[in-house]
């Protein structure tokens, strides 16, 4: 089932191979508001090529593997929704050009190696990732090139192991006065002393509770 907002829409190339699923090749006459993209049943998909100002994948389940092709996200400059992803494949969005001004990812548990390594994410202000047990956030290479992130929302239930800040230092995150991680308040005092997180300024999410949801809304200061 793919749709542009409830309508299926014809200008889109679907084709199984032999190791992946893929959905590719979004072709509209004009660039669509909305595209919801229905994933179930497929075990690892690549999408592609996709072409919407705001885009939601549903349909991803506990053993689904979700890559994406560089060029994946030049022409999404809204908000890319993955209500039910849990795992981020490692190496994804590598080496492109990202549009997008929010990543909603809250069931994610598990971010692989080179997330985002060497990425261009000029726009994205917020992104809201975590679910329990969150097990890992690997730093290297990720968030880069994030250079307008001012709010990363863990919506976590204990402190997950970073392992390193090389590239982190780097972001937005970590040089920006008016950027900070929210987590919720029972857990901020511990990832304030945490290895590798103590780099960065905490808020509680409960202080802020429009933060997490899928949009770009910030508070004021």
Same mark, same amino acid.
């Given at each position: 089932?793919?749709?542009?907002?409830?309508?299926?829409?014809?200008?889109?190339?679907?084709?199984? /191979?032999?190791?992946?699923?893929?959905?590719?090749?979004?072709?509209?006459?004009?660039?669509?508001?909305?595209?919801?993209?229905?994933?179930?049943?497929?075990?690892?998909?690549?999408?592609?090529?996709?072409?919407?100002?705001?885009?939601?994948?549903?349909?991803?389940?506990?053993?689904?593997?979700?890559?994406?092709?560089?060029?994946?996200?030049?022409?999404?400059? /809204?908000?890319?929704?993955?209500?039910?992803?849990?795992?981020?494949?490692?190496?994804?969005?590598?080496?492109?050009?990202?549009?997008?001004?929010?990543?909603?990812?809250?069931?994610?548990?598990?971010?692989?190696?080179?997330?985002?390594?060497?990425?261009?994410?000029?726009?994205?202000?917020?992104?809201?990732? /975590?679910?329990?047990?969150?097990?890992?956030?690997?730093?290297?290479?990720?968030?880069?090139?994030?250079?307008?992130?001012?709010?990363?929302?863990?919506?976590?239930?204990?402190?997950?192991?970073?392992?390193?800040?090389?590239?982190?230092?780097?972001?937005?995150?970590?040089?920006?006065?008016?950027?900070?991680?929210?987590?919720?308040?029972?857990?901020?005092?511990?990832?304030?002393?945490?290895?590798?997180?103590?780099?960065?300024?905490?808020?509680?999410?409960?202080?802020?509770?429009?933060?997490?949801?899928?949009?770009?809304?910030?508070?004021?200061?």
């Amino acid at each position: 089932m793919i749709k542009v907002g409830n309508k299926n829409i014809s200008g889109i190339r679907v084709a199984k /191979g032999q190791y992946r699923d893929y959905v590719m090749g979004v072709v509209t006459k004009s660039k669509p508001a909305n595209l919801e993209v229905n994933i179930e049943g497929a075990s690892f998909i690549a999408l592609d090529y996709i072409y919407a100002a705001n885009v939601k994948i549903t349909g991803a389940t506990s053993t689904t593997v979700v890559d994406w092709n560089a060029n994946i996200n030049t022409n999404i400059d /809204g908000i890319i929704n993955l209500p039910d992803l849990t795992k981020i494949q490692g190496s994804c969005w590598c080496y492109t050009t990202i549009n997008c001004t929010c990543i909603y990812m809250p069931n994610v548990k598990s971010i692989g190696a080179n997330f985002l390594q060497a990425a261009s994410v000029p726009k994205m202000v917020k992104m809201v990732i /975590g679910a329990s047990p969150f097990t890992n956030v690997s730093s290297t290479g990720s968030m880069r090139g994030t250079s307008a992130l001012k709010a990363l929302v863990l919506k976590v239930s204990s402190v997950p192991t970073l392992n390193g800040t090389t590239a982190a230092v780097q972001s937005y995150l970590y040089k920006g006065d008016d950027a900070y991680i929210y987590v919720p308040r029972s857990l901020k005092s511990s990832f304030e002393s945490a290895s590798n997180w103590n780099i960065f300024k905490f808020r509680a999410i409960e202080d802020y509770p429009l933060i997490d949801a899928p949009d770009t809304w910030l508070p004021e200061s």
